[in-house]
């Protein structure tokens, strides 16, 4: 039947299989009255053998098999309604239609796309209490925030002319959208699983996820409390190298989204440094007494105003990056590097990528540039560890950040080109 061989059906029909007694098992779990573990199962292969009678008959094959199972889930409602069970929610319904249009893409689609797919259907189904926990302690502003920069993205993204302007031929409005679009993603993420959590994180999570969300932000909150009796320092300095190891995460990331072609020759040299600072935080983790601290309340990163001025700031260190290349070679970009890794890493990460992707950079020199910001953001946090947080906070944290920084400055000079 059209390009399927039987060896491919059998493997396309034994997945449908298994990801509809996947679902199912999680609906008989719920205790459905309309499907269960045998149903969901049914259903799905019912979806991949209609589609392959399709490629024979037709389409129309494909359409009636539809149709009767959305036949059959209303039957079993009404008769569910007849026995006195009353439920609002239709959500075994919509799953069971899912399910089916599975089995049939299955036949025909990528199956990394439908494994992934059904996955995630189990996992959203299974997840029902957490996400309902996560909108409840989401309060009103954080909605409000989250989806007047969801509406904006969507309008103005469209409408920003995609082609270079100004100065030196980098700053392309839509690109630089993206990029906070990318880096308010990052974050949400972080501040999602703050919300799901809780204020009671734990030490090595809310350093984790303090990182995420800014771990300059994470570096003020927990100096703050660590001077003001809130915590110890010796708990507060852990956070604070733990969010300081997760920005090498980040800037891989954004390489990798921005400039996969170099993330061969970023990569190891900032694992590396990702390595040390891992190893540096099991040692302040070790030394630490047993305790752990809840996370302070942390901002919305998609606030508006917030976001806005990342794409300026963005915008701003894209053309002095490209000026520095052009006027004074690489040799300028660490000094920009440097000096707009006081504020953050992301912004000067973003734009070098960006001019690596287009063939104005290097590859080895975008990793040296952003290792330089990195060593700057973590000289101003220590800084700010003792500016905020006392003696007691910056004393913990001198001995490793300054195993950090002479571990990447030696990188940085030793590492050979490629």
């Known amino acids: 039947m059209g390009n399927l061989t039987l060896e491919s059906m059998i493997v396309r029909l034994g997945i449908a299989l298994g990801l509809g007694l996947l679902v199912g098992l999680q609906r008989e779990r719920a205790d459905s009255t309309i499907a269960g573990l045998r149903t969901f199962a049914l259903v799905t292969v019912f979806g991949g053998i209609s589609a392959i009678l399709a490629t024979e008959f037709g389409g129309w094959v494909l359409a009636a098999a539809f149709l009767t199972v959305a036949a059959m889930v209303v039957t079993g409602n009404v008769a569910k309604l007849r026995?006195?069970?009353?439920?609002?929610?239709?959500?075994?319904?919509?799953?069971?239609?899912?399910?089916?249009?599975?089995?049939?893409?299955?036949?025909?689609?990528?199956?990394?796309?439908?494994?992934?797919?059904g996955g995630t259907?189990?996992?959203l189904l299974h997840a029902k209490g957490q996400l309902q926990r996560l909108v409840d302690r989401l309060g009103d502003q954080d909605v409000t925030a989250m989806m007047r920069f969801v509406l904006l993205t969507l309008v103005i993204l469209p409408v920003l002319p995609n082609r270079?302007?100004?100065p030196l031929d980098v700053l392309n409005p839509r690109q630089i959208w993206l990029m906070v679009v990318l880096i308010v993603g990052i974050s949400l993420g972080g501040y999602v699983a703050y919300k799901l959590l809780g204020h009671r994180a734990g030490t090595a999570l809310a350093g984790l996820l303090g990182g995420m969300i800014s771990s300059t932000a994470t570096t003020v909150s927990y100096a703050r409390r660590s001077r003001f009796g809130e915590g110890s320092s010796e708990l507060s300095a852990v956070v604070v190298l733990i969010a300081s190891s997760v920005v090498f995460v980040r800037v891989l990331v954004e390489i990798a989204v921005v400039a996969p072609a170099a993330l061969a020759t970023a990569a190891p040299p900032l694992a590396l440094m990702l390595v040390v600072f891992v190893v540096l935080s099991l040692v302040a983790w070790t030394r630490r007494r047993a305790g752990a601290m809840a996370?302070?309340?942390?901002?919305?990163?998609?606030e508006l105003p917030s976001a806005i001025a990342f794409g300026a700031l963005y915008g701003l260190i894209l053309l002095a990056t490209a000026a520095g290349q052009e006027w004074f070679g690489s040799e300028g970009l660490y000094l920009i590097a440097?000096?707009?890794g006081l504020a953050n890493t992301d912004a000067i990460t973003l734009s070098t990528a960006h001019l690596t992707q287009e063939g104005r950079l290097e590859a080895s020199t975008l990793w040296r540039v952003v290792t330089a910001a990195v060593i700057s953001n973590l000289c101003f946090k220590l800084g700010i560890a003792g500016v905020l947080g006392g003696r007691g906070l910056f004393g913990r944290l001198l001995?490793?950040?300054?195993?950090?920084?002479?571990?990447?400055?030696?990188?940085?000079?030793a590492w050979p080109d490629r």
């Open 83 to 117: 026995a006195g069970l009353r439920d609002p929610g239709i959500t075994t319904e919509v799953a069971l239609l899912l399910m089916f249009g599975l089995g049939a893409f299955l036949v025909f689609g990528p199956l990394e796309l439908g494994i992934a797919a």
């Open 121 to 123: 259907v189990a996992v």
């Open 164 to 166: 270079t302007l100004g």
């Open 295 to 302: 996370m302070p309340e942390q901002e919305n990163p998609t």
């Open 338 to 340: 440097i000096v707009s």
């Open 399 to 413: 001995p490793f950040y300054t195993i950090g920084v002479l571990a990447a400055v030696t990188l940085v000079l």
